[in-house]
């Protein structure tokens, strides 16, 4: 059976320094930013959905309207309930899928900031915090996307606190710049795998 590995941590904690980490390690890891993205252009129920709330121009050329999407769920509570119960359920039989066609793999994660929140707690069998301070993480986010505070701030105004993570958390990985990273990967791998088997078979 494959362990799937739930990798959770708020904007800028280093989710996808983590879930790299794993990747050359061999374990494969569903990336939700991405693969959500891309079921919202794709799946032809979450675009008609998404339109009826937002309207046309949510879409435009074909292309998922960010900056429209982005103020609209990121600007209340609500809307951000409205886009999540329109894609979450979608993305998660996506995932299920995505897990059967790795079953070759005795690892395997899901990196998402939102992985509680969005119920993808039940689909893992550990969860796994990436924490760095939130100080540390607006700095990391806003030199990334060149995005100012305020944006920084009220994303992460809209996920569950550190504390919550942390709480439901079986694993946490401290990603403050100063604690070195792999050893933390490599225990986390240890405490989960039997005999080291995590590496997915070779392709044929
Ligand atoms: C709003 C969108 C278009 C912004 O895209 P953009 O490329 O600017 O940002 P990106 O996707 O990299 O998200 C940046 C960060 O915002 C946070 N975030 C994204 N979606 C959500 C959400 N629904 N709730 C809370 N935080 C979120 C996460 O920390 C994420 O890593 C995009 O995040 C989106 O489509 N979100 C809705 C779908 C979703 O819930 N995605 C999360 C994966 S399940
Ligand atoms: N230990 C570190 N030292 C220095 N820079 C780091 C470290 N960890 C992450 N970063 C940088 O901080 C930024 C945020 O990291 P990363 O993209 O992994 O975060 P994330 O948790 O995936 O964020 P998001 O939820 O916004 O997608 C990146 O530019 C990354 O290169």
Redesign the pocket.
């Known amino acids: 059976m494959t362990v799937r590995i739930g990798i959770t941590?708020?904007?800028?904690?280093?989710?996808?320094?983590v879930s790299r980490l794993l990747e050359v390690m061999g374990i494969p890891v569903y990336i939700s930013?991405m693969e959500t993205k891309q079921l919202m252009v794709a799946d032809n129920r979450i675009r008609g959905e998404l339109i009826a709330l937002l309207g046309e121009e949510v879409y435009v050329g074909g292309i998922l309207n960010k900056t429209l999407l982005a103020s609209y769920l990121f600007g209340s509570p609500e809307h951000a309930r409205q886009v999540n119960g329109i894609v979450h359920p979608r993305v998660k039989e996506d995932f299920r899928q995505w897990v059967r066609q790795h079953a070759g793999c005795s690892m395997a994660g899901i990196e998402s900031?939102i992985l509680i929140e969005a119920g993808f707690a039940g689909e893992v069998d550990a969860v796994v915090m990436?924490y760095a301070p939130e100080e540390v993480r607006v700095q990391?986010?806003m030199?990334?996307d060149a995005s100012s505070r305020e944006l920084i701030e009220r994303r992460i105004r809209s996920q569950m606190s550190d504390e919550e993570k942390r709480m439901r958390a079986d694993f946490v990985i401290v990603?403050d710049?100063e604690t070195p990273?792999i050893p933390q990967v490599l225990a986390l791998i240890t405490f989960l795998s039997q005999n080291n088997t995590y590496l997915c078979p070779p392709k044929k």
Do not use: C
């Open positions: 941590g708020g904007i800028g904690s280093g989710k996808s320094v930013d900031a990436v990391r986010a030199k990334r990603n710049g990273l």
